[in-house]
Nanobody, 121 residues
Framework: VQLVESGGGLVQAGGSLRLSCAPS????????MGWYRQAPGKQRELVAS???????NYAVSLKGRFTISGDNAKNTVSLQMNSLKPEDTGVYYC????????????????WGQGTQVTVSS
């Protein structure tokens, strides 16, 4: 499964960006989807996730500035990022947890290739 991300770029501090992610090919049954990010020299960290039932989870430091949304039918996930700060700079990766076996309730995580977000001060 190939996930295609869009919406990254360069923005000034205080600005906004909207990231989107969609799979190429067929639609899938999804358990959850979301975004991670990785800043230079740091480990990848969870930004936000949303389950198929609509339950959201955010990194504590980001809640209130970022909003995640998902479309189960289209398997798309978006991340609205407001009031961006230089420390939000990094590569943002989307993921989808795709059902591979309904019998065993097993999911497999697919990743996007990453999109660069750079926030200048």
């Amino acid at each position: 499964v190939q996930l295609v991300e869009s919406g990254g770029g360069l923005v000034q501090a205080g600005g906004s960006l909207r990231l989107s992610c969609a799979p190429s090919g067929s639609s899938f049954s999804i358990n959850a989807m979301g975004w991670y990010r990785q800043a230079p020299g740091k480990q990848r960290e969870l930004v936000a996730s949303i389950t198929s039932g609509g339950t959201t989870n955010y990194a504590v430091s980001l809640k209130g500035r970022f909003t995640i949304s998902g479309d189960n039918a289209k398997n798309t996930v978006s991340l609205q990022m407001n009031s961006l700060k230089p420390e939000d700079t990094g590569v943002y990766y989307c993921f989808l947890d795709i059902l591979v076996s309904a019998l065993t309730n097993t999911y497999s995580r697919a990743w996007g290739q990453g999109t660069q977000v750079t926030v200048s001060s």
